[in-house]
């Protein structure tokens, strides 16, 4: 089915299944649709399927899985094979972008020949992901600073380290990865510096059980790093990136209160993730807040039915879980729809993957013991802060916005001094935001709301032109 | 086919894997220049030096930051007018990718 021109519509009862995304869980869905006669379509910004974790770099920078993908290679081929199977039995736009979604069509940006189209939808499973979670500290917009997402995608995806000397900060389990990765690819990790206490990983040590093969690997790669004698550092509080034009130094504290500076060329920063809910905002999806991932997220049942007919939501892009929970979650969507379909149904395999949810849900929350969000963050952030980073706007404005309007809201805040209001749509300055906001005011972080989302999702090229002819 | 290895001097990525690939001519910033085949837009200008861009508020140089489009913070323009995520747009052979503000960024 070749990419409608905007506005054109089918009949409803013909329109396949849609997915979007095709990382672990839209992959997962588009096998579990197909397995049962489907022939879904999935739209994908990537040029090729796997999302950002099980990330493929192009033909031509191809590595062993081994070397790509270390502890994940595993469950990374197990992905990109799935995906490869259903070759011919899907209908598959790469290197799309799905940029609005209304009630009954999705519209997209072709994006290597700049082309709009629109595409009828019926049924969508939603499987957009996420990227990290950014907490700004002084000189983070310098050349050089990367996310740690970012600090992969470039060794992965591209061959290349972001810097000559690297430091890895902030705090999660992608922390280590990223630094396992790089020093494995030979890169040269100057320190990995953790704002969670020392003490966190072993009050978390309980909790940890509910994923022991899990847990287990987070240890191995601590311990690597340690065998290679990579100096890694808790309990840091994240000072300054210093450099005239690009990163030359960080300044940190260390656990002691001694302030510290490590000379280097990049840094990669990240505190956990968070998800990619525009379009499940613009089709009108319900939002709950939850408090241990600190945002709103969009209302899923256990069986990853949206609040919105038609709508199934997989994967990160619903709620952090991990790339093991959107395997499962995006085959439960599936199972979903088509169970609403009246096509097949499988009580036993859907309670199993219920219960696998359940269990990684357990688990989540002991990450956030072990790595836990540094919760004076919004209370010691410097006035002249950029926190966003498009519009270059402060924490102190934020704060005299604040205080002067009495702004209590997000996207009230974002109308009067613009935070969020750049091209990013506040993806890395929104939590953030939040955090200020809802210090400033005395307000639980629930209470400020969240930014909503506003086609297009992401900027459109002004040359775009609208696909001509398509099927009558 | 290969790669007389391309000069990098004052780069911010450092190239460490898949060395052995097609070199592609571009142009930066008025000066000839060299990739390798598969490189995206940000990674041939970023091995070679440490700016992409300049905020339009700031008037700060930027290099990059989420490298999975979501931060569009490495939108560039093209001698020719098109502008591009550069993050997310491979590198095709004589592009003219400009990273210093030639006139008013309207972004």
Not at chain 1, 92 to 117: E, F, K
Not at chain 1, 281 to 306: I, K, N, T, Y
Request: proline content about 6%; charged content about 20%; overall charge positive.
């Amino acid at each position: 089915m070749t990419l409608f021109p905007a506005r054109q519509r089918r009949p409803e009862a013909d329109l396949p299944p849609v997915i979007v995304g095709a990382g672990p869980a839209g992959v997962r869905a588009a096998e579990t649709l197909v397995a049962h006669g489907l022939a879904p379509v999935v739209i994908d910004e990537a040029p090729r399927a796997g999302g950002q974790i099980y990330r493929r770099p192009p033909e031509g920078l191809a590595r062993g899985a081994q070397e790509l993908y270390g502890t994940e290679a595993g469950r990374a081929q197990a992905v990109h094979a799935a995906f490869d199977a259903l070759q011919g039995r899907i209908d598959h736009h790469p290197d799309t972008l799905v940029w609005n979604a209304q009630p009954d069509l999705l519209d997209v940006l072709h994006a290597p020949s700049r082309t709009l189209g629109s595409l009828p939808w019926r049924d969508l499973i939603v499987a957009t992901g996420a990227t990290d979670r950014v907490l700004p500290f002084p000189g983070w917009t310098l050349p050089g600073v990367y996310t740690l997402g970012g600090a992969q995608v470039a060794l992965k995806a591209q061959g290349c380290a972001i810097g000559d000397a690297v430091v890895l900060a902030g705090t999660g389990p992608l922390l280590y990865l990223v630094a396992y990765q790089y020093v494995r690819a030979g890169a040269r990790v100057a320190a990995v510096l953790d704002t969670s206490p020392a003490l966190a990983r072993w009050k978390a040590a309980p909790g940890m059980l509910a994923q022991p093969a899990v847990a287990a690997k987070g240890l191995h790669l601590v311990a690597w790093l340690h065998w290679r004698g990579i100096p890694m550092h808790h309990g840091v509080r994240l000072l300054r990136v210093e450099g005239a034009q690009a990163v030359e130094r960080l300044a940190w504290r260390d656990s002691g209160g001694h302030e510290r500076r490590t000379a280097c060329t990049a840094v990669g920063i990240g505190h956990a993730l968070r998800p990619e809910t525009q379009l499940a905002d613009l089709l009108g999806c319900e939002f709950g807040f939850s408090a241990l991932q600190r945002c709103h997220v969009p209302r899923v049942d256990a069986a990853r039915r949206s609040s919105v007919a038609g709508v199934y939501l997989a994967g990160d892009g619903a709620g952090i879980l991990g790339a093991d929970a959107a395997e499962a979650s995006g085959e439960l969507a599936a199972w979903s729809l088509l169970e609403d379909r009246g096509l097949a149904a499988n009580p036993q395999r859907t309670a199993q993957l219920r219960r696998r949810l359940a269990r990684i849900e357990r688990f989540r929350h002991a990450l956030e013991t072990a790595f836990p969000f540094p919760q004076d963050w919004a209370a010691q952030a410097p006035a002249d802060l950029v926190v966003c980073r498009c519009e270059d706007v402060t924490a102190g404005t934020l704060r005299e916005t604040a205080a002067r309007t009495g702004a209590r809201e997000l996207n009230r805040l974002k109308a009067l001094c613009r935070v969020g209001m750049g091209r990013c749509q506040g993806r890395m300055c929104g939590a953030a935001a939040a955090e200020i906001l809802a210090d400033a005011q005395g307000v639980p972080l629930a209470q400020v709301g969240r930014l909503r989302a506003q086609a297009p999702i992401k900027p459109l090229p002004l040359d775009a032109r609208v696909a001509q002819g398509g099927d009558e | 086919m290969n790669a007389r290895a391309p000069k990098f001097t004052s780069g911010q990525l450092l190239r460490l894997k898949a060395l052995e690939r097609p070199v592609v001519d571009f142009v930066l910033d008025g000066q000839p220049a060299q990739a390798l085949a598969g490189d995206t837009v940000l990674t041939a200008v970023a091995t070679q030096a440490r700016q992409l861009r300049v905020n339009e508020f700031s008037g700060q140089p930027r290099a990059g930051f989420c490298l999975m489009g979501a931060c569009q913070d490495c939108w560039v323009a093209l001698a020719d007018g098109r502008r591009l995520r550069a993050c997310q747009t491979p590198i095709e052979a004589g592009m003219h990718v400009l990273t210093r503000p030639a006139e008013e960024d309207r972004g």
